[in-house]
């Protein structure tokens, strides 16, 4: 079978087949845009969710909502912002045959909203995978001070003096698969159970389209970047990691004051490099 990547307007069409890892290709893509691929399932993998251990083996500490909810008393806290500015990121369509199958499915179980090899995946020879342009998730940093200043509960501040919080995520709002025989043709869902080629994770949601077309409308999170939110800095938070360093550690980069901000354009600042580990779910220094 022969490979080939052509161009149309609007997006980059990637055709893989045996050696391909389409695992590979997504974490290059959310790499490519500054964020950290997601390692591991989660069910929460969204901006406010509280966040130990490494980033192979993140520990869920709370929700996105407990202590970063969109409203409080019915009156929104806006303290999220949906960029709909669409990400540079390329490969938004796969078709994917041989083992190579099972890389994808493998790679897309990252994250939340987590799917896996159904027990009759062996029935779909090849596999059309595309996702919706991805957005960038983020909080709005003076209404996120404002929001722990006055508002935050003193628990959520003992956590998020010890563990980090997902400051920013890459959201993709939709996933479509198609499945296709040894023959060539298109599986038609309406005579097969979806589920038992996907195994779709509770609280997923799914349909499916033009009676070919398996389509997932949970939004899923396929890249993210840590915060840090501190006490120490009442509610200014100025450090990111968008980066694991070769301990597998989270590497964050964080400016001390706005002075060292200003000397970014005019002295060619370098900001400190802090190396926080969150393993252990200890104080970050």
Not at 45 to 53: E, H, I, R
């Amino acid at each position: 079978m022969r490979c080939f990547i052509f161009c149309s307007i609007g997006a980059l069409h990637l055709a893989a087949c045996g050696s391909a890892d389409p695992e590979q290709l997504l974490r290059a893509e959310v790499l490519n845009v500054g964020f950290i691929p997601y390692e591991t399932p989660l069910e929460f993998a969204g901006t406010g969710t509280l966040v130990g251990g490494s980033p192979y083996e993140m520990q869920l500490i709370a929700p996105p909502e407990s202590c970063f909810p969109n409203s409080v008393g019915g009156t929104p806290t806006q303290l999220r912002v949906l960029d709909n500015t669409e990400l540079p990121m390329k490969s938004n369509s796969f078709q994917i045959s041989g083992s190579a199958r099972v890389g994808l499915i493998d790679a897309l179980g990252k994250g939340n909203a987590p799917i896996s090899v159904g027990v009759a995946f062996d029935r779909a020879q090849r596999v059309d995978f595309s996702y919706t342009r991805p957005k960038r998730e983020y909080f709005d940093s003076i209404k996120l001070t404002g929001f722990y200043r006055n508002s935050l509960p003193d628990i959520c501040k003992d956590y998020l003096d010890k563990v980090g919080f997902i400051s920013e995520a890459i959201k993709v709002d939709e996933m479509r698969f198609r499945f296709y025989s040894s023959n060539g043709g298109a599986i038609n869902l309406t005579t097969v159970d979806p589920k038992t080629l996907l195994e779709i994770g509770v609280g997923t949601n799914w349909q499916i389209s033009k009676s070919y077309e398996l389509v997932i409308t949970t939004p899923k999170y396929i890249g993210y970047r840590m915060g840090r939110l501190t006490r120490g800095d009442n509610g200014v938070s100025l450090c990111r990691a968008n980066k694991i360093t070769a301990e597998g550690k989270y590497d964050f980069r964080c400016l001390d004051t706005f002075n060292d901000f200003a000397q970014l354009s005019s002295r060619s600042f370098v900001p400190k490099l802090f190396r926080v580990k969150l393993d252990n779910v200890q104080d970050i220094e």
